[in-house]
Nanobody, 123 residues
Framework: QVQLVESGGGLVQAGGSLRLSCAASGRTFSTTAMGWYRQAPGKERELVAD????????YYIDSVKGRFTVSRDNAKNAVYLQMNSLKPEDAAVYYC????????????????WGQGTQVIVQS
């Protein structure tokens, strides 16, 4: 199983940028699709972006397309979420998650979670 630790959250003005990082441990990271989720107060956790195990197939929800970029570095056991042009509605706790299955060309179902990192966007 992959263990995950997020970092990089914080307070930012609307229109600003943040880069979230997720450090992974475990031998299967490089063969596991990864996802970034977020959960705002009173709302359900939603998948924001995901990336396949090779790092060449990505997915984004419509509301972040063109603003967020997910990437990974398998040599460093890390996955990233670059967030630009942040809006107040992006404020949430952001979680990275590892897929349950290996060799996935799409993230399907979370098998393990990080503890989350909070993003606050001031208007």
């Amino acid at each position: 199983q992959v263990q995950l630790v997020e970092s990089g959250g914080g307070l930012v003005q609307a229109g600003g940028s943040l880069r979230l990082s997720c450090a992974a441990s475990g031998r299967t990271f490089s063969t596991t699709a990864m996802g970034w989720y977020r959960q705002a107060p009173g709302k359900e956790r939603e998948l924001v972006a995901d990336i396949n195990w090779r790092g060449d197939v990505t997915y984004y929800i419509d509301s972040v397309k063109g603003r967020f970029t997910v990437s990974r570095d398998n040599a460093k056991n890390a996955v990233y979420l670059q967030m630009n042009s942040l809006k107040p509605e992006d404020a949430a706790v952001y979680y990275c998650a590892a897929d349950k299955a290996l060799w996935g060309n799409r993230f399907r179902s979370p098998g393990s979670w990080g503890q989350g990192t909070q993003v606050i966007v001031q208007s």
